[in-house]
């Protein structure tokens, strides 16, 4: 099978770029209904990262390709080796203070699904997810030390999988220092009544999942600030708002940004609270 993806390179802001598009790729007409979803999805990209200064590939699939196995039929636009060029290509803008994005489009019943990467001179690299029966929803997901998979999937450093007991012991250890740390050993409590409950799901079904520990965190960060400790934990960046755990990280949803792992709060200049 020839499978040829339709590579569209746009200069500057992609709402600006359609009257481009025949110039950089003939075979792309600018009606054409697979780069009309494309400039929505980059559209909305720009919508939560501002105008972007670098373009770093948009894949389209090649219209009406020959498909002859299952297998072809879910080949995405981009290659490997296309993905790995385009996200380092982001990756280069951000290490020069420039916002930059990257999309390819997926196959499927209506090939309406796109993958990709952004990021702004200040984030963390985002990874561009929008489902095949969701085209109006993008997602922008941030991503410690991308690395492209040979199946064209994106592993991130940040992916946490089920934690065996010593590894739940660690983070809720990390935890309460933190607590104890930036709110106060009083507030600390809080996570030992979550350590409880955790523990024993842990020693009667195993390894816990990730997202009951996620759950967990927020349970013990809800309560500490109806205790009293309003904004906590405080952002060391911008100081007017809470920080969020994103993968078993503290995270600024402003910047996008990873600040500190759980338990390195205090490192990360947190301050501690004034009782």
Same mark, same amino acid.
């Given at each position: ?143 410690? +030390?991308? +690395? ?128």
């Amino acid at each position: 099978m020839s499978r040829t993806s339709r590579t569209v390179g746009l200069a500057g802001t992609v709402l600006a770029a359609t009257a481009c598009v025949a110039a950089a790729q003939s075979a792309t007409a600018p009606g054409d209904p697979r780069l009309q979803s494309a400039l929505r999805v980059a559209a909305q990209i720009e919508a939560q990262i501002g105008a972007a200064d670098r373009n770093c590939g948009i894949f389209l699939l090649e219209s009406n390709r020959p498909v002859e196995s299952t297998e072809e039929f879910w080949q995405g636009a981009a290659t490997r080796g296309q993905m790995i060029d385009a996200v380092r290509c982001v990756i280069d803008a951000k290490r020069r203070g420039q916002s930059a994005f990257t999309l390819w489009q997926r196959a499927g019943i209506d090939a309406t699904g796109f993958g990709g990467a952004a990021a702004t001179a200040v984030s963390d690299i985002l990874l561009v997810e929008v489902g095949n029966q969701r085209p109006d929803g993008v997602t922008l997901a941030p991503c410690l +030390r991308p +690395r492209v998979l040979k199946n064209g999937t994106i592993e991130c450093r940040n992916a946490v999988g089920p934690l065996s007991s010593g590894d739940l012991d660690r983070t809720l250890s990390r935890l309460r220092r933190d607590v104890a740390q930036t709110a106060g050993e009083a507030q600390a409590a809080t996570v030992d009544e979550a350590s409880g409950r955790l523990r024993e799901s842990a020693a009667s079904g195993g390894p816990v999942a990730p997202e009951r520990v996620a759950n967990a965190i927020a349970d013990v960060q809800r309560a500490v600030q109806g205790a009293g400790v309003a904004g906590w934990p405080a952002c060391p960046r911008h100081h007017d708002h809470p920080l969020e755990e994103r993968d078993h990280i503290w995270y600024c949803p402003r910047d996008r940004v990873f600040v500190a792992e759980i338990g390195g709060l205090a490192r990360a200049g947190v301050p501690r609270v004034r009782q």
